[in-house]
């Protein structure tokens, strides 16, 4: 047919439906769905009618029928992935059939824009001592405004909503959850740089109820990938950015549903840079994807696909304020240059591949997704290990001038003004001074120092199935259940010697083997230093019930899972071979959870709704063990987190102005909590494990986000956010120390020592910013282009605090066991006041285009961040070595401190840019 015929049908079919649809007779309703650009029929449609329960897709010609629907004013809804949402009144009388005809739908190009962009948020900015996540999981909730507000503009201060952890949203593919046993958190480096096959997301915020899982706290992400569903043709696409890597490209090809009922889908993408951002952070990852569906009747698809996606980073570390004022923001002191090459002594690799088969049965009333998994690989994250010999950090804390202007004797300017010179001469690794030592005649073969890899090997399987059922008209029922066992081997491996024959495996603090039963002597590709296993099972099943009548929806759920954690130590530890080898006693725990929430529509345009929640769960694995590297103890009287939550939000959606208020309550009990670090306290110096029990933390706020469509072309929308999260109640602190009986090092041989309560009640939690604004003005041109402008404040940002310098312990003299004469409640105050991080002002500009030319569609995007090139801390942590008064009281006294609090620093002025062609 002549284009000019359907855009004259198409426009006459609106306007008559607009203007003459109060007249029209009729109680069903067809007509058919086109692309507004290539006017080729759109497929998997979903069609909707406000205030019913009627639902249908389009099929391959992009036709509907809707029958079987009440005389009156009825509210047309369209949807479909990529494109924006279509809206259309009609009015209904008599008994006959309304033909509307041809509807255009229009490519949502800012939709597209996230899809290209989502990598860029998994940078993962984490170290051994602080971890941030990101707010990744959100950037497809993009029809909430608040939420897209948080990814996009609030996440450069690591911002996270309502305070929670990335664990406490759910993240599934075809409904098998991807979150880690390890932390809860889902890995998106599993499937990342696969943006093309990884849009179709069905994300529900908050606590309101899904179809595919109980849920999180943050919702739930169920990442569909079902080559039916997708537009078919090719897809080739090109960025070029200044932040975690510097260039990417992307090749899709989706076949389309064929005629035999086979469709299939294969993507690959190569990421890279040699270093981002931040100095000597190098980025070298790749991403294959396949899948094939097979249609096997008109209410059974199977499904298979396979994911392999492996990437290597270069780690970037937390600095001193002395370190920056040094050598600047960008400064990263893990890498060096060998042989005119960048190398990141701290790499971390993650190679995890997965294959799912997934079955899809679909009825009239009925529908019901099957999928089994299984997952293998390793996540690796290196080091550079020493052993009696000098650190090879180069800002390790006695090779910085402060260490010289602190001597207890006296300031040494000289020593210190070498240190500087030296610093600022040689900031990196020497990595060949590192070959030298180890080819010392002295060494005879020793290594002083070793490139390893602290390695985790995976063997997980997975089955889930849940069903969604349509009892009625008006009540429906979603249950499932899901099974993951896992088996992982936990070790160190020597990487590279690094010019030496052998690496003495012997723990260079306490004389002891690390491996009794093993040879003492290891070599490259050699594990060493520790090895165990750990065995984790989980079964969950929830079940959830649906209303819907008129002007009311409400659902409750229910959830019960059982979860179990085994360790089985594979070295004989000589500092604790009673309990280091074999076997550890079963970590078992039975939860359950509970929620329910309503929605009432005062009408189309107000609506109310309320959610609430009790959950019980089990610590995670990081969080079970005291230190499983080397001995099967348990945390002592480990027992499930429980969480009580509610939330109330105010919805609005009038022409021109749409809207939400909310307010929430959450609290966190009987959390666990494990850290390592050195430890220099009332009570001895060694290398510890802090385990901290029984926090309580409590979160509440509200949020506000506003949107106006000022005009056709404009649109303003107004943002806020303020939260306050804090411990709600002091904790319980126990250390243990190494074994080894060094009575000159530790005066607790038994090597546990309960340090009693962590006086932290009302210290604010360090989860990035707990207060924000943010206002936004996006211009939409006709012509396929559009630009918006965001200026976002952030503020109320602290840094994390050390729980253990808040015990009685931190007064104790070491030298006499008695409190410190000057520790008075005042001053321990002034000197443990938890330090609030400067406020942020930040400028992000973002624009796209569009083309279609000879049938191909083009889209071009780019953003700049941080507009004005500010500086600012993202966040940061007390360090822990300073465990008595007296020490931190001297150190913190100093012009500049040895043992300051380190940083995080934002990204100054970035870029993205986006080239996308599709045929």
């Given at each position: 047919?002549?284009?000019?015929?359907?855009?004259?049908?198409?426009?006459?079919?609106?306007?008559?439906?607009?203007?003459?649809s109060p007249y029209i007779n009729a109680q069903s309703v067809e007509g058919r769905l086109l692309d507004s650009r290539t006017f080729k029929p759109l497929t998997n449609v979903t069609v909707t009618v406000d205030n019913t329960s009627l639902k249908q897709e389009s099929n391959l010609e992009g036709e509907f029928y809707l029958k079987g629907l009440n005389k009156g004013d009825h509210l047309l809804i369209f949807k479909r992935k990529n494109y924006l949402d279509l809206k259309y009144p009609i009015t209904l009388s008599k008994d006959s059939t309304l033909i509307i005809g041809d509807l255009f739908m229009e490519l949502n190009i800012i939709r597209e824009y996230n899809n290209s962009v989502i990598v860029l948020s998994e940078e993962e900015l984490t170290s051994d001592d602080f971890e941030v996540a990101s707010t990744?999981?959100?950037?497809?909730?993009?029809?909430?405004?608040?939420?897209?507000?948080?990814?996009?503009?609030?996440?450069?201060?690591?911002?996270?909503?309502?305070?929670?952890?990335?664990?406490?949203?759910?993240?599934?593919?075809?409904?098998?959850?991807?979150?880690?046993?390890?932390?809860?958190?889902?890995?998106?480096?599993?499937?990342?740089?696969?943006?093309?096959?990884?849009?179709?997301?069905?994300?529900?915020?908050?606590?309101?109820?899904?179809?595919?899982?109980?849920?999180?706290?943050?919702?739930?992400?169920?990442?569909?990938?079902?080559?039916?569903?997708?537009?078919?043709?090719?897809?080739?696409?090109?960025?070029?950015?200044?932040?975690?890597?510097?260039?990417?490209?992307?090749?899709?090809?989706?076949?389309?549903?064929?005629?035999?009922?086979?469709?299939?889908?294969?993507?690959?993408?190569?990421?890279?840079?040699?270093?981002?951002?931040?100095?000597?952070?190098?980025?070298?990852?790749?991403?294959?994807?396949?899948?094939?569906?097979?249609?096997?009747?008109?209410?059974?698809?199977?499904?298979?696909?396979?994911?392999?996606?492996?990437?290597?980073?270069?780690?970037?570390?937390?600095?001193?304020?002395?370190?920056?004022?040094?050598?600047?923001?960008?400064?990263?002191?893990?890498?060096?240059?060998?042989?005119?090459?960048?190398?990141?002594?701290?790499?971390?690799?993650?190679?995890?591949?997965?294959?799912?088969?997934?079955?899809?049965?679909?009825?009239?009333?009925?529908?019901?997704?099957?999928?089994?998994?299984?997952?293998?690989?390793?996540?690796?994250?290196?080091?550079?290990?020493?052993?009696?010999?000098?650190?090879?950090?180069?800002?390790?804390?006695?090779?910085?001038?402060?260490?010289?202007?602190?001597?207890?004797?006296?300031?040494?300017?000289?020593?210190?003004?070498?240190?500087?010179?030296?610093?600022?001469?040689?900031?990196?690794?020497?990595?060949?001074?590192?070959?030298?030592?180890?080819?010392?005649?002295?060494?005879?073969?020793?290594?002083?120092?070793?490139?390893?890899?602290?390695?985790?090997?995976?063997?997980?399987?997975?089955?889930?199935?849940?069903?969604?059922?349509?009892?009625?008209?008006?009540?429906?029922?979603?249950?499932?259940?899901?099974?993951?066992?896992?088996?992982?081997?936990?070790?160190?491996?020597?990487?590279?010697?690094?010019?030496?024959?052998?690496?003495?495996?012997?723990?260079?603090?306490?004389?002891?083997?690390?491996?009794?039963?093993?040879?003492?002597?290891?070599?490259?590709?050699?594990?060493?230093?520790?090895?165990?296993?750990?065995?984790?099972?989980?079964?969950?099943?929830?079940?959830?019930?649906?209303?819907?009548?008129?002007?009311?929806?409400?659902?409750?759920?229910?959830?019960?899972?059982?979860?179990?954690?085994?360790?089985?130590?594979?070295?004989?530890?000589?500092?604790?071979?009673?309990?280091?080898?074999?076997?550890?006693?079963?970590?078992?725990?039975?939860?359950?959870?509970?929620?329910?929430?309503?929605?009432?529509?005062?009408?189309?345009?107000?609506?109310?709704?309320?959610?609430?929640?009790?959950?019980?769960?089990?610590?995670?694995?990081?969080?079970?063990?005291?230190?499983?590297?080397?001995?099967?103890?348990?945390?002592?009287?480990?027992?499930?987190?429980?969480?009580?939550?509610?939330?109330?939000?105010?919805?609005?959606?009038?022409?021109?102005?749409?809207?939400?208020?909310?307010?929430?309550?959450?609290?966190?009990?009987?959390?666990?909590?494990?850290?390592?670090?050195?430890?220099?306290?009332?009570?001895?110096?060694?290398?510890?494990?802090?385990?901290v029990a029984d926090i309580d933390k409590l979160h509440f706020g509200g949020e506000l986000a506003l949107a106006y469509q000022a005009s056709p072309s404009v649109r303003l929308s107004a943002v806020a956010g303020y939260g306050n999260y804090s411990y709600a109640d002091n904790a319980d602190v126990t250390i243990n120390f190494d074994t080894s009986g060094r009575e000159e090092d530790v005066i607790h041989p038994d090597g546990f020592l309960d340090l009693g309560i962590t006086k932290i009640k009302d210290y604010k939690l360090a989860v990035g910013p707990q207060k924000v604004y943010s206002f936004g003005i996006e211009y939409r041109d006709p012509n396929y282009w559009w630009l918006s402008l965001t200026g976002n404040f952030l503020g109320d940002n602290y840094i994390d605090i050390a729980t253990v310098t808040r015990?009685?312990?931190?007064?104790?003299?070491?030298?006499?066991?008695?409190?410190?004469?000057?520790?008075?409640?005042?001053?321990?105050?002034?000197?443990?006041?938890?330090?609030?991080?400067?406020?942020?002002?930040?400028?992000?500009?973002?624009?796209?285009?569009?083309?279609?030319?000879?049938?191909?569609?083009?889209?071009?995007?780019?953003?700049?961040?941080?507009?004005?090139?500010?500086?600012?801390?993202?966040?940061?942590?007390?360090?822990?070595?300073?465990?008595?008064?007296?020490?931190?009281?001297?150190?913190?006294?100093?012009?500049?401190?040895?043992?300051?609090?380190?940083?995080?620093?934002?990204?100054?002025?970035?870029?993205?840019?986006?080239?996308?062609?599709?045929?």
């Amino acid at each position: 047919m002549n284009i000019k015929v359907l855009i004259f049908r198409g426009s006459i079919s609106c306007l008559f439906l607009l203007v003459g649809s109060p007249y029209i007779n009729a109680q069903s309703v067809e007509g058919r769905l086109l692309d507004s650009r290539t006017f080729k029929p759109l497929t998997n449609v979903t069609v909707t009618v406000d205030n019913t329960s009627l639902k249908q897709e389009s099929n391959l010609e992009g036709e509907f029928y809707l029958k079987g629907l009440n005389k009156g004013d009825h509210l047309l809804i369209f949807k479909r992935k990529n494109y924006l949402d279509l809206k259309y009144p009609i009015t209904l009388s008599k008994d006959s059939t309304l033909i509307i005809g041809d509807l255009f739908m229009e490519l949502n190009i800012i939709r597209e824009y996230n899809n290209s962009v989502i990598v860029l948020s998994e940078e993962e900015l984490t170290s051994d001592d602080f971890e941030v996540a990101s707010t990744t999981g959100l950037l497809q909730a993009s029809k909430d405004l608040y939420l897209n507000r948080a990814a996009f503009d609030f996440s450069q201060v690591f911002f996270k909503v309502r305070g929670y952890d990335s664990k406490e949203g759910v993240v599934q593919i075809n409904g098998l959850s991807m979150n880690k046993v390890f932390n809860g958190r889902p890995q998106w480096n599993n499937w990342g740089g696969l943006n093309n096959v990884t849009g179709d997301q069905e994300f529900v915020m908050g606590l309101k109820n899904a179809s595919s899982t109980f849920g999180g706290l943050l919702g739930s992400t169920n990442i569909v990938i079902r080559p039916s569903t997708f537009r078919k043709g090719l897809r080739i696409t090109a960025s070029g950015s200044n932040r975690t890597y510097a260039g990417r490209f992307m090749v899709t090809y989706n076949s389309g549903s064929q005629d035999n009922g086979l469709s299939y889908s294969i993507s690959a993408s190569k990421r890279l840079a040699r270093e981002g951002f931040i100095d000597g952070t190098i980025y070298d990852a790749y991403s294959l994807f396949a899948s094939a569906e097979l249609k096997l009747s008109e209410n059974h698809s199977l499904n298979v696909l396979g994911i392999y996606a492996p990437n290597i980073r270069g780690s970037s570390a937390p600095i001193t304020k002395e370190v920056h004022d040094l050598l600047g923001k960008k400064y990263n002191p893990y890498w060096g240059v060998q042989d005119g090459d960048i190398r990141n002594s701290r790499l971390r690799s993650i190679n995890e591949p997965f294959a799912i088969l997934s079955h899809f049965m679909k009825a009239p009333n009925l529908s019901i997704t099957t999928s089994v998994a299984y997952q293998f690989g390793f996540y690796a994250k290196g080091r550079l290990g020493y052993y009696n010999a000098p650190n090879p950090d180069p800002v390790y804390y006695r090779y910085l001038p402060s260490f010289y202007f602190n001597n207890p004797a006296g300031p040494n300017y000289e020593n210190a003004n070498i240190a500087k010179e030296g610093l600022l001469k040689n900031p990196q690794i020497n990595w060949p001074s590192l070959y030298d030592a180890n080819n010392s005649i002295y060494n005879e073969g020793k290594a002083s120092y070793v490139q390893y890899d602290d390695r985790v090997d995976i063997n997980k399987a997975s089955f889930t199935s849940f069903a969604n059922i349509e009892v009625s008209k008006h009540i429906g029922v979603d249950l499932g259940v899901a099974y993951y066992g896992s088996n992982s081997e936990n070790y160190a491996i020597i990487g590279d010697l690094l010019g030496a024959d052998f690496h003495k495996d012997i723990d260079p603090f306490t004389d002891t083997s690390n491996d009794l039963q093993g040879e003492a002597e290891k070599l490259e590709g050699e594990r060493f230093n520790y090895n165990y296993e750990i065995n984790s099972r989980l079964l969950n099943a929830f079940i959830q019930t649906r209303i819907r009548y008129n002007n009311l929806e409400a659902y409750l759920a229910g959830s019960y899972s059982n979860t179990h954690y085994q360790r089985n130590g594979l070295y004989l530890n000589e500092r604790y071979e009673d309990n280091s080898m074999g076997k550890s006693m079963k970590a078992s725990f039975a939860d359950f959870a509970l929620k329910m929430g309503v929605l009432y529509k005062f009408t189309g345009r107000h609506m109310l709704s309320v959610h609430g929640a009790y959950i019980n769960r089990p610590p995670t694995l990081q969080s079970t063990f005291v230190n499983p590297r080397e001995h099967n103890d348990l945390v002592s009287n480990l027992s499930s987190e429980t969480v009580t939550t509610t939330d109330v939000s105010y919805l609005i959606s009038l022409a021109k102005l749409k809207g939400r208020i909310s307010g929430y309550y959450t609290k966190f009990e009987e959390v666990t909590d494990v850290n390592f670090f050195y430890y220099e306290g009332g009570v001895g110096n060694d290398f510890v494990q802090e385990v901290v029990a029984d926090i309580d933390k409590l979160h509440f706020g509200g949020e506000l986000a506003l949107a106006y469509q000022a005009s056709p072309s404009v649109r303003l929308s107004a943002v806020a956010g303020y939260g306050n999260y804090s411990y709600a109640d002091n904790a319980d602190v126990t250390i243990n120390f190494d074994t080894s009986g060094r009575e000159e090092d530790v005066i607790h041989p038994d090597g546990f020592l309960d340090l009693g309560i962590t006086k932290i009640k009302d210290y604010k939690l360090a989860v990035g910013p707990q207060k924000v604004y943010s206002f936004g003005i996006e211009y939409r041109d006709p012509n396929y282009w559009w630009l918006s402008l965001t200026g976002n404040f952030l503020g109320d940002n602290y840094i994390d605090i050390a729980t253990v310098t808040r015990t009685e312990s931190f007064k104790i003299n070491p030298e006499s066991q008695e409190p410190f004469l000057d520790a008075t409640e005042e001053a321990v105050a002034k000197l443990l006041r938890q330090e609030q991080l400067e406020d942020v002002y930040l400028l992000n500009l973002v624009g796209g285009k569009s083309w279609l030319y000879k049938g191909k569609y083009i889209s071009l995007f780019a953003s700049v961040n941080n507009l004005f090139d500010l500086e600012f801390r993202t966040g940061g942590f007390e360090q822990s070595r300073n465990g008595n008064f007296g020490q931190m009281k001297e150190d913190n006294a100093r012009r500049m401190p040895s043992f300051g609090p380190k940083y995080w620093y934002g990204y100054g002025r970035t870029y993205f840019v986006n080239l996308s062609i599709s045929f």
